[in-house]
């Protein structure tokens, strides 16, 4: 069974030509830099097709360091 929708993979890839163009941003609502990294393009191409409803799954909870 898929872990992705083929849509979500379609944002995915939105996102990563984004970044090769150099209009992709970080950050709530795009006010935060470029994005250079790979992994992080990736990242915000699958939480935008979270937001969107598609297939994907949870994102992994991070651990809180005191």
Do not use: F, H, N, W
């Not at 995915?12 to 090769?20: D, G, I, L, Q």
């Not at 163009?21 to 939480?47: F, M």
């Amino acid at each position: 069974m898929a872990r992705y929708s083929r849509s979500a993979g379609k944002d995915v890839k939105s996102a990563m030509k984004r970044r090769k163009k150099g209009t992709l941003k970080s950050g709530k609502g795009g006010k935060g830099g470029t994005v250079k990294s790979r992994k992080q393009a990736i990242a915000i191409g699958l939480s935008e097709a979270r937001e969107k409803g598609k297939k994907v799954p949870k994102r992994k909870s991070r651990s809180k360091s005191k």
